[in-house]
């Protein structure tokens, strides 16, 4: 299996603050890589697909970045509504993976 | 707009087969480039790929759950099912539906169903 890790496991950060989120996988997975948000009881909600495609309908400020086995989130200017856990997830081999995920808390 | 909706017991008894359907509404379970996938997410842990079906007939599971799982579909229900053989309270856990788009990612996801493997 391809391992998925992400880096910070927890972040505080504050409304306006550019942040950045790093996964690495385990091997080189080319760009099949995406991003996902969850909040708390609610299912996750795919932001990035293919390492740095913006879903449709989610904002500008989300941004993924990388390819072969490092990759990067970034929230260019953090909201309010942005405090939440983000996993990333490969698609590049079976059995699909997920990373730790990492908990966006507010400062 | 696809809408997702996982329904199935809400408990189910150890060495017992855990069953849960997900009603797809809004799309064609049998049109486009879809996989149909299972995802699970134990209480204050991360998410696990449980599998997925294509309504052409092709599935894969994941083999950490040494060939327990089953994943069907039924076009004429516009639905798709989750059969987790011989559970155990390791099995406890929010499971998922979601439509993977071309076996790529998750585009679609239900709103989750808490399943609680208890005597």
């Known amino acids: 299996d391809i391992q998925m890790t992400q880096s910070p496991s927890s972040l505080s950060a504050s409304v306006g603050d550019r942040v950045t989120i790093t996964c690495r996988a385990s091997?080189?997975?080319?760009?099949?890589l995406n991003w996902y948000q969850q909040k708390p009881g609610k299912a996750p909600k795919l932001l990035i697909y293919?390492?740095?495609s913006l879903q449709s309908g989610v904002p500008s400020r989300f941004s993924g970045s990388g390819s072969g086995t490092d990759f990067t989130l970034t929230i260019s200017s953090l909201q309010p509504e942005d405090f939440a856990t983000y996993y990333c997830q490969q698609s590049y081999s079976f059995p699909r993976t997920f990373g730790q995920g990492t908990k966006l808390e507010i400062k | 707009q696809v809408q997702l909706q996982e329904s199935g017991p809400g408990l189910v008894k150890p060495s017992q087969t855990l069953s849960l359907t997900c009603t797809v509404s809004?799309?064609?379970?049998?049109?486009?480039?879809?996989?149909w996938s299972w995802i699970r997410q134990p209480a204050g842990k991360g998410l696990e790929w449980i599998g997925h079906?294509?309504?052409?007939?092709?599935?894969n599971y994941n083999p950490s759950l040494k060939s327990r799982a089953t994943i069907s579909v039924d076009t004429s229900k516009n639905q798709f099912s989750l059969k987790l053989s011989s559970v155990t309270a390791a099995d406890t856990a929010v499971y998922y539906c979601?439509?993977?788009?071309?076996?790529?990612?998750?585009?679609?996801w239900g709103q989750g169903t808490l399943v609680t493997v208890s005597s």
């Open positions: 293919a390492a740095s």
């Open positions: 079906m294509y309504t052409g007939g092709s599935t």
């Open positions: 091997q080189s997975i080319s760009t099949y």
């Open positions: 809004g799309a064609s379970i049998s049109s486009g480039s879809y996989y």
């Open positions: 979601a439509r993977e788009e071309g076996s790529l990612w998750f585009g679609a």
